[in-house]
C-alpha cells in the first residue's frame, strides 16, 4: 500500500506528469527587475562605517555655518546689486520666492519678528516647523533614553504652504497698497 492511496482525498499530491520524449519542457521564465542593487563600493562602506552622531553634526555645521555667515554678513546693508547680488533681482526688478530670505533670517536671529515678517513672512511660518525636525532627527539619532516624537507633516499640508509661498511671491510684487509692505 503506498502512502499516497491512505491519505485522504483533500490532501494527496498531484504529480506532475513527466514529459512525453518527443516533447520539449519550456524553459523557467526569467525576470528582470527595474533596480539591481550595486556591490557596494569604497565610498558606501566608509558610510557605512560612520557613526550615528555624524549626519546630525554635519547638518549642524551647515547651519551654524549659514547662521555665522548672516550674522556677520549683516545683510539689511547690503542691496541688490552688493556682492552676493541676487541674479533674478538684478536682471527683472521682480523680488523672486525666496528674496529677503537671508534678511528675515537675520531679524529672527536679532528678535525682530515683525521685520522679519516683512521681509519673507513663509520663512518665519516655516522656522519653528524646521527647528523641530532637526532637533527631533538629532535626538532620535541618538542613543538617548528618549525619543522625541516625529513631525509627520502631510501632503495636502505642504501643498498649501507651497501655494501660500507663491501666492506671497506673487503678491509682494504688485505695486499696489498694501502689497507694497512686502516688496524689499
Same mark, same amino acid.
Given at each position: 500500500?503506498?502512502?499516497?492511496?491512505?491519505?485522504?482525498?483533500?490532501?494527496?499530491?498531484?504529480?506532475?506528469?513527466?514529459?512525453?520524449?518527443?516533447?520539449?519542457?519550456?524553459?523557467?521564465?526569467v525576470y528582470h527587475y527595474a533596480y539591481q542593487p550595486l556591490p557596494k563600493g569604497r565610498f558606501q562602506r566608509l558610510?557605512?562605517?560612520?557613526?550615528?552622531?555624524?549626519?546630525?553634526?554635519?547638518?549642524?555645521?551647515?547651519?551654524?555655518?549659514?547662521?555665522?555667515?548672516?550674522?556677520?554678513?549683516?545683510?539689511?546693508?547690503?542691496?541688490?546689486t552688493d556682492t552676493p547680488t541676487c541674479i533674478v533681482k538684478l536682471l527683472t526688478g521682480f523680488d523672486c520666492p525666496?528674496?529677503?530670505?537671508?534678511?528675515?533670517a537675520w531679524y529672527m536671529l536679532h528678535g525682530d519678528i515683525p521685520a522679519a515678517a516683512h521681509h519673507h513672512a513663509?520663512?518665519?511660518?516655516?522656522?519653528?516647523?524646521?527647528?523641530?525636525?532637526?532637533?527631533?532627527?538629532?535626538?532620535?539619532?541618538?542613543?538617548?533614553?528618549? #525619543?522625541?516624537?516625529?513631525?509627520?507633516?502631510?501632503? #495636502?499640508?505642504?501643498?498649501?504652504?507651497?501655494?501660500?509661498?507663491?501666492?506671497?511671491?506673487?503678491?509682494?510684487?504688485?505695486?499696489?497698497?498694501?502689497?507694497?509692505?512686502?516688496?524689499?
Open positions: 500500500m503506498s502512502v499516497t492511496s491512505s491519505l485522504p482525498a483533500a490532501l494527496t499530491v498531484a504529480q506532475p506528469a513527466a514529459p512525453a520524449a518527443d516533447e520539449t519542457v519550456p524553459p523557467p521564465p558610510v557605512d562605517r560612520l557613526p550615528a552622531w555624524s549626519g546630525p553634526a554635519g547638518v549642524g555645521a551647515l547651519i551654524g555655518g549659514g547662521v555665522a555667515y548672516t550674522l556677520l554678513m549683516n545683510p539689511t546693508r547690503a542691496g541688490a525666496g528674496c529677503g530670505g537671508t534678511r528675515a513663509p520663512l518665519l511660518f516655516a522656522a519653528p516647523f524646521l527647528a523641530y525636525l532637526y532637533v527631533s532627527w538629532t535626538v532620535n539619532r541618538l542613543n538617548l533614553p528618549f #525619543k522625541l516624537p516625529v513631525l509627520r507633516i502631510s501632503n #495636502k499640508a505642504l501643498v498649501g504652504f507651497l501655494v501660500a509661498w507663491l501666492a506671497f511671491s506673487v503678491l509682494r510684487n504688485l505695486p499696489w497698497a498694501p502689497f507694497t509692505w512686502f516688496f524689499v
